[in-house]
């Protein structure tokens, strides 16, 4: 199991920070660059991150029509990212349009498709999706499967279920972890490190609980500890 950080902070000097007092272990840990940085810091930023020897993921859940979704992934791919997403309700023939543009790529990122946003209740998931949470994260997860993307993103609640139903190398990243039981803030279906590991996710998403810590870096030695 990898950790994979949310690098969520308000300005791009705390999350430089952040990941400069992080490098000793950036070879073991994986960055995730989400809507406000990339909107804000743009490419410079992630070619300071690979600078450092980080692993990134570009967490910009694409979702369009099929074609622009392949341009998208296409212009992902040369910016030497290791991992981005998109969003499964997007569609089958979505998510094969982008791995077939991926395909002339010698070394292409990861692909990875949204199920289900762990900030849903099952009540507002159903107002929208028409069906329960576990029901619909499977169908999706599924049709990721099916377009071959490399995994999916779920809510650990998920993910055993996930596994069992596609393939053990079908991964899964887990956000909403509180690794040992921090405030869940807006999240509505988070799980600790123990919790996660039994499940089997591959990579845990910790956002909050440490860019907002006084001691970031005692965290993660602590978290790295409990994933070896
Ligand atoms: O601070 P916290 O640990 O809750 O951060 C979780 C991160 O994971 C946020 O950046 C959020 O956008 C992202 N995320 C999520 N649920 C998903 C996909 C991504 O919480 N299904």
Redesign the pocket.
Known sequence: MKLCI?L?NPTKEENLKLAKELKEYSKDLWL?V??RSFIRDGREFIVELKNMGYNIFL?L?LYDIPNTMADAAEEIAKMNIDMF?VHASAGIRAMNEVMNRLKKFEKRPLVLA??????FSDEEFKEIYGKDIETKALEFAKDAYEAKLDGV???VWEALEIKNNTNENFIT?T????PFGED????RR?ADIKTAKENKSDFI????????SQNPKKIVKQILKELK
């Not at 869940?184 to 999240?187: R, T």
């Not at 998403?205 to 907002?212: A, H, M, Q, S």
């Open positions: 949310a969520d995730k989400g809507f967490d859940k997403n949204v199920t289900a946003l762990t900030s993103v779920c809510s990243l956000p909403g972890i509180r869940a803030g807006d999240q988070v998403v910790v956002g909050r609980p440490i860019y907002k």
